[in-house]
Nanobody, 126 residues
Framework: QVQLVESGGGLVQPGGSLRLSCAAS????????IGWFRQAPGKEREGVSC????????VYLDSVKGRFTISRDNAKNTVYLQMNNLKPEDTAVYSC???????????????????WGKGTLVTVSS
């Protein structure tokens, strides 16, 4: 069955770094774009970043540009989110999701994402 499993979350001080992983199984990984989303307490879910099936196209939420980097290793069926210079406002549960091939114009709202992981908690606090 299709599975997406996130890992790498934790507690980090402001200015610190974390690398999240999204490990996929149960489907042809190279046929799917993967998006990272986050939801903070009391706030709506937002799309953080998305990478196309080949890795050739990436998109980012404006507030994380220059700090976060998404990448994928299709040989390992894994997508990574490197998060640097973390801020308290980055605190949230981060989840990954898949959609066929590309990150279309509506990806950030979750359009076309048909399977989701359960998420990993990132807490940025001193």
């Amino acid at each position: 069955q299709v599975q997406l499993v996130e890992s790498g979350g934790g507690l980090v001080q402001p200015g610190g770094s974390l690398r999240l992983s999204c490990a996929a199984s149960g489907f042809t990984f190279g046929d799917y774009a993967i998006g990272w989303f986050r939801q903070a307490p009391g706030k709506e879910r937002e799309g953080v970043s998305c990478i196309s099936n080949s890795g050739g196209s990436t998109v980012y939420l404006d507030s994380v540009k220059g700090r976060f980097t998404i990448s994928r290793d299709n040989a390992k069926n894994t997508v990574y989110l490197q998060m640097n210079n973390l801020k308290p406002e980055d605190t949230a549960v981060y989840s990954c999701a898949r959609r066929p091939y590309i990150c279309n114009s509506r990806w950030s709202g979750g359009a076309g994402m048909d399977y989701w992981g359960k998420g990993t908690l990132v807490t940025v606090s001193s």
